[in-house]
Structures are given as structure tokens and as C-alpha cells.
């Protein structure tokens, strides 16, 4: 086989079930799907000005989060603002498989404007406008992985396998799912 055959058959069949060697590299796939392409067009503006950033975990904070949860658990990811800026944090140690839903997810929120909001004080109706992120958070993540899964058809085996304790990888998350997983009350 020839090396430009070859390569284009490596980038067609990217493994996910490796960590990535930097951020861009879980975008990549993110905007292989339709879904993904289309959060991807609507965030990368915050992610050019500045506005939101996206990091690995400081270590001590990846130690921290590890010991809480079973090996059969991934860390995760989450979005943090001061309502000025904001910075989502990844566990660049995990598979690529893991992280692009988990980094899609943490960028629904990043692009809610509620959640920024609240970060600047406005705290009223708190908890209603926290469900209605992840309510679309969750549904965006779903519709997602249902599309990456097609285009990788070893994905679902893998996470399957891999994290088989993590309810938020394998199924569509109900309202009553999240508040259970939140603990968010009907405010
Ligand atoms: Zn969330």
C-alpha cells in the first residue's frame, strides 16, 4: 500500500480508544458529524476571541476527581465562568471516544448564555435554567454519539466495555435522569 493510501485510510478509521495528542485533535472529530459540525460553527468564535478556553485538568484537581470515581467511571469535564470568561476543562488522559461527547456537552453550556448569567449573580431561577442547559446539553451529547457511533462502528462496544458505569454514555438522559444525577430541584 502506498504512504497517501495508507494515511487516508488512518485519518478515515481514527481510534478512538486513544488519548489525544492535543485539543485540536478531539475537535477533529467533534466536527465529523452533523451535529458536531454545527456546535462547532456556533462556539469557535468564543474559542478564537478568547472568550472560552479548553484545558486539561490542573493535576491536583485530576487526582481529586479520579478518587471519586470507580474505574469503570470516566472523569469528565466541565465548564467553569466567572460570567467574563470561561475555561472548559477535559481529562486529556481519557480516549478520544469519551472526550468528544464530554467536550461537546461542556460546550452547549458554554454557549448558554443563562449559565454565564448566573455567574455574574443573576441567580434567579437557578436551578430551572441549570435543568434547561443540561436538558439540551444531554440531548445535543445523544444526538451526537448516535452519529459518531455510526460513522465508528466500534465506539459502542469500546465504551460499552470501558465505562460500563457511566449511565450518561450509554443512554438518552431523562429530566427526571438529570435531576437525579444533579440533584436539581424544580425551583
Ligand atoms: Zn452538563
Same mark, same amino acid.
Given at each position: 500500500?502506498?504512504?497517501?493510501?495508507?494515511?487516508?485510510?488512518?485519518?478515515?478509521? $481514527?481510534?478512538?480508544?486513544?488519548?489525544?495528542?492535543?485539543?485540536? =485533535?478531539?475537535?477533529?472529530? &467533534?466536527?465529523?458529524?452533523? !451535529? *458536531?459540525?454545527?456546535? @462547532?460553527?456556533?462556539? !469557535?468564535?468564543?474559542?478564537?476571541?478568547?472568550?472560552?478556553? &479548553?484545558?486539561?485538568? %490542573?493535576?491536583?484537581?485530576?487526582?481529586?476527581?479520579? $478518587?471519586?470515581?470507580?474505574?469503570? =467511571? %470516566?472523569? *469528565?469535564? /466541565?465548564?467553569?465562568?466567572?460570567?467574563?470568561?470561561?475555561?472548559?476543562?477535559?481529562? +486529556?488522559?481519557?480516549? +478520544?471516544?469519551?472526550? #468528544? %461527547?464530554?467536550?461537546?456537552?461542556?460546550? &452547549?453550556?458554554?454557549?448558554?448564555?443563562? &449559565?454565564?448569567?448566573?455567574?455574574?449573580?443573576?441567580?434567579?431561577?437557578?436551578?430551572?435554567?441549570?435543568? $434547561? /442547559?443540561?436538558? !439540551?446539553?444531554?440531548?445535543? =451529547?445523544?444526538?451526537?454519539?448516535?452519529?459518531?457511533?455510526? @460513522?465508528? %462502528?466500534?465506539?459502542?462496544?469500546? @465504551?460499552?466495555?470501558?465505562? /460500563?458505569?457511566?449511565?450518561? +454514555?450509554?443512554?438518552?438522559? !431523562?429530566?427526571?435522569?438529570?435531576? =437525579?444525577?444533579?440533584?436539581?430541584? #424544580?425551583?
Amino acid at each position: 500500500m502506498g504512504l497517501a493510501k495508507y494515511l487516508r485510510l488512518v485519518r478515515k478509521t $481514527a481510534d478512538l480508544t486513544f488519548a489525544p495528542a492535543n485539543v485540536e =485533535q478531539i475537535l477533529k472529530i &467533534i466536527s465529523e458529524t452533523k !451535529t *458536531g459540525a454545527d456546535v @462547532l460553527a456556533r462556539f !469557535t468564535p468564543h474559542l478564537r476571541s478568547g472568550r472560552i478556553r &479548553i484545558e486539561g485538568y %490542573p493535576a491536583e484537581i485530576l487526582d481529586k476527581l479520579r $478518587a471519586a470515581k470507580s474505574s469503570d =467511571q %470516566p472523569v *469528565g469535564a /466541565s465548564f467553569v465562568t466567572d460570567g467574563k470568561a470561561g475555561t472548559i476543562y477535559v481529562d +486529556l488522559s481519557s480516549e +478520544l471516544g469519551v472526550l #468528544a %461527547p464530554f467536550l461537546l456537552h461542556e460546550m &452547549i453550556h458554554g454557549l448558554d448564555e443563562g &449559565i454565564w448569567d448566573l455567574a455574574r449573580g443573576n441567580t434567579r431561577e437557578r436551578g430551572l435554567r441549570m435543568l $434547561a /442547559s443540561e436538558k !439540551t446539553a444531554f440531548a445535543t =451529547q445523544h444526538r451526537f454519539l448516535t452519529e459518531l457511533k455510526m @460513522l465508528h %462502528p466500534g465506539l459502542e462496544s469500546f @465504551l460499552g466495555r470501558r465505562y /460500563s458505569g457511566a449511565r450518561i +454514555l450509554h443512554e438518552e438522559m !431523562t429530566e427526571a435522569a438529570i435531576r =437525579q444525577l444533579y440533584d436539581l430541584e #424544580a425551583a
